[in-house]
């Protein structure tokens, strides 16, 4: 499976953008899904997960209340808007994905990141 991100840019503070993770390729199930972020000089940190059914969320405090995680399960999507950005929001965004895959005869738990999308919030 490949998790391919999109929707990064420049955007003033206050403003909003919206990011989607799509994933191809073969896979029997994915599982739950997440958006984390990794700023300059700085650990990646979760920013928001949702379980494989998208009933379950949860949210890093610093976001809860601004951004909203979901998914589209027939499009093999995910989806992380984002409203009332702050310049401490500025980072690469990395999609994460838990999939089982078919292996021969065994199933095969395997997790999955996206190469990134760059957020950079002007103030």
């Known amino acids: 499976v490949q998790l391919v991100e999109s929707g990064g840019g420049l955007v003033q503070a206050g403003g909003s953008l919206r990011l989607s993770c799509a994933a191809s390729g073969s896979t029997l199930r994915i599982n739950a899904m997440g958006w984390y972020r990794q700023a300059p000089g700085k650990q990646r940190e979760m920013v928001a997960v949702i379980t494989s059914g998208g009933g379950g969320t949860n949210y890093a405090d610093s976001v809860k209340g601004r951004f909203t995680i979901s998914r589209d399960n027939a499009k093999n999507t995910m989806y992380l808007q984002m409203n009332s950005l702050k310049p401490e929001d500025t980072a690469a965004y990395y999609c994460?994905?838990?999939?089982?895959?078919?292996?021969?005869?065994?199933?095969?738990?395997?997790?999955?990141w996206g190469q990134g999308t760059l957020v950079t919030v002007s103030s």
């Open positions: 994460n994905a838990d999939t089982v895959t078919v292996h021969g005869s065994s199933l095969v738990s395997l997790e999955v």
